[in-house]
């Protein structure tokens, strides 16, 4: 069965830190590219971060360029996301997704950034 489990979500002042984990299982993980979506209320989900199936290249959208980071932990079956100087628009439900073959969604945990 496979299964995507994000973890690490909560409430944050702006200007804090939160580093959101992935846990895969079920399938190849080393053969997916991993990518962190959010979805803020009434927004549609965006593409926030990617990462190859090996670590070797990774992308992000303009508006946490410099502030968020993925890695990946092929050996743990384990992606993040390292988010650095949260702003409240970054406030949303962070869903994992791994992309290959097929394709699989995580169920999401809410990030809330706010004072």
């Known amino acids: 069965q496979v299964q995507l489990v994000e973890s690490g979500g909560g409430l944050v002042q702006p200007g804090g830190s939160l580093r959101l984990s992935c846990a895969a299982s079920?399938?190849?993980?080393?053969?997916?590219?991993m990518r962190w979506y959010r979805q803020a209320p009434g927004k549609e989900r965006e593409l926030v971060a990617r990462?190859?199936?090996?670590?070797?290249?990774?992308n992000y959208a303009d508006s946490v360029k410099g502030r968020f980071s993925i890695s990946r932990d092929n050996a743990k079956n384990t992606v993040y996301l390292q988010m650095n100087s949260l702003k409240p628009e970054d406030t949303a439900v962070y869903y994992c997704?791994?992309?290959?073959?097929?394709?699989?969604w995580g169920q999401g945990t809410q990030v809330t950034v706010s004072s």
């Open positions: 990462i190859t199936s090996t670590g070797g290249s990774t």
């Open positions: 079920g399938f190849t993980f080393n053969s997916y590219a």
């Open positions: 997704n791994a992309w290959g073959f097929y394709i699989y």
